[in-house]
């Protein structure tokens, strides 16, 4: 019994000593300089009906606006997606979401995406189909 207590006392310390390493890096002083830079390029009103309509003087200004605006409305849902898009959702749901974290690290494969994203447009596309969009946007790109 001691040494099953001991060995209980010993993962017990180790999960413990382990805890800082796997919270989430605070913020440093240049990434704070950046957000607060970039959120002076942005302006976000809201309606009557409380619906923010977002302007920035770029598109990533614009974007960075829309996602402020999105968690100020849902803070929880945009945490969830975080926390599930890093793997570690049975840390917060529980046990039935670890195959869906064990499955993750699949998805998160930027170059095969991309990959994946030049072989789809190959194969979608016929030749007679006008392509407008695709000469404004390219994805990945």
């Known amino acids: 019994m001691p040494v099953r207590r001991a060995l209980f006392a010993a993962i017990a310390c180790g999960i413990v000593a382990s805890a800082p390493a796997l919270a989430a890096p605070a913020?440093?002083?240049a990434d704070?300089?950046?957000w607060q830079a970039q959120a002076a390029n942005?302006?976000?009103?809201?309606?009557?009906?409380?619906?923010?309509?977002v302007t920035g003087k770029s598109d990533a200004d614009a974007v960075f606006g829309l996602m402020y605006a999105q968690a100020e409305d849902d803070f929880p849902r945009v945490e969830l997606n975080y926390i599930n898009a890093m793997g570690r959702l049975a840390e917060v749901e529980g046990e039935r979401e670890l195959y869906r974290d064990l499955r993750s690290p699949h998805f998160?494969?930027?170059?095969?995406?991309?990959?994946?994203?030049?072989?789809?447009?190959?194969?979608?596309?016929?030749?007679?189909?006008a392509r407008h969009l695709e000469r404004r946007y390219r994805p990945g790109e």
């Open 32 to 34: 704070m300089a950046r």
């Open 27 to 29: 913020a440093s002083v």
């Open 108 to 129: 998160q494969d930027q170059a095969a995406m991309y990959a994946r994203g030049q072989f789809k447009e190959v194969l979608f596309y016929p030749e007679d189909v």
């Open 42 to 53: 942005v302006s976000i009103a809201r309606d009557t009906w409380g619906i923010p309509h």
